[in-house]
């Protein structure tokens, strides 16, 4: 039976508060408080090392669709020799950043959920209250830390593999010249435009992990409450990550006007 939209209402209100409660005391975790390094690094392990296939094989195709989608439209213009500064641009502006967080958050905010999800229903995180350790500290801290110090790496990386990919259709399909193509993608970026390409993934890191996170400690129902969170993650994160890839570039661009 449907909820009435009063009661639906006050659940997601209440979520939401739940959701900003958590990802707040994660935050004010990292500068006080004991740390657990080991926990830190094996999830940077886990979420950035474990994530590098992936992203080199999506920032690298999409440079090679971008150069060719480029070439029909920049042909009609005579500019076919601007394809490296199309390139870069959409690739460190935009498609790298986005694409970057969308997969990394399909691949690790389903992994942390159902992990987490998994130690809820089996009351593993009661067991840590109960011994004295606080659950945010031991398991939310580290992974939204290693979220977003990885997916700034992750997001050069898909960078320069996309140009490399625009390199590669432009030179052996396009017939441009190599040093012509480096040269107009390197040209063609401002401090600004980086900026904004590399602000993107600290909050697409951030997203992931507290989502992820939050939807694996407020699992209900047992596995398939799992399964159900696990897909929730991936979703929300999904969403969150392309409103705040909109909201961040319209703040760039009012910060450095392009």
Known sequence: MPLPF??????????????S???GRAVANVFTGRRYWADIYTQMDSIGFGSVPIILLTGFFTGCVLALQSETALKQFGAVNMTGSLVSLSMVKELGPVLTGLMVSGRNASGIASELGSMKVTEQIDAMRALGTDPIRKLVTPRLVASVFMLFWLTILADAVGVLGGA????????????YYLHSSYQTLYFADVAQGLAKPVFSGFIMSTVGCYCGMTTKGGTQGVGRATTHAVVISAIFIIVCDFLVTRLMIGIFGR
Not at 6 to 14: D, L, R
Not at 168 to 179: A, E, K, P, R
């Open 6 to 19: 009063e009661t639906f209402a006050k659940q997601k209100i209440a979520s939401v508060q739940e959701y």
């Open 21 to 23: 409660l958590l990802a």
């Open 168 to 179: 590669i259709v432009s030179i052996s399909m396009l017939g441009l010249n190599f040093t």
